[in-house]
């Protein structure tokens, strides 16, 4: 069984920034795709980015696009999501998502892609 720890949310005003955290329990996390979904309040849960196993494949969500940067440690069983220049529409709940599949087997922006979540960090940008 994987868990999933997210960490790294926070206040913080418009323009600022924050890394998120995603610390993995799993022994083969080099072969999850790991993936960073977002719930704000009143909506569904949407994509924001996705890493392939060794980091070579990277995805976004139009609206982070030039902002956010997703990337891995797969020595420290760890990925992360630096996000610059927050805006107040980027408020929500971030979660951390697994995925014991290849990168190209399905839709990675998909919540029905991941088999695994993190409990969830809240990031609340201020304008």
């Known amino acids: 069984q994987v868990q999933l720890v997210d960490s790294g949310g926070g206040l913080v005003q418009a323009g600022g920034s924050l890394r998120l955290s995603c610390a993995s329990s799993?022994?083969?996390?080099?072969?999850?795709?790991m993936g960073w979904f977002r719930q704000a309040p009143g909506k569904e849960r949407e994509f924001v980015a996705s890493i392939s196993w060794t980091g070579t494949y990277t995805n976004y969500t139009a609206s982070v696009k030039g902002r956010f940067t997703i990337s891995r440690d797969n020595a420290k069983n760890t990925q992360y999501l630096q996000m610059n220049s927050l805006e107040p529409e980027d408020t929500a709940i971030y979660y951390c998502?697994?995925?014991?599949?290849?990168?190209?087997?399905?839709?990675?922006?998909?919540?029905?892609?991941?088999?695994?979540w993190g409990q969830g960090t809240q990031v609340t940008v201020s304008s």
């Open positions: 799993g022994r083969a996390f080099s072969t999850y795709v």
């Open positions: 998502a697994a995925a014991a599949r290849p990168w190209s087997s399905g839709d990675y922006r998909r919540f029905a892609f991941y088999n695994y």
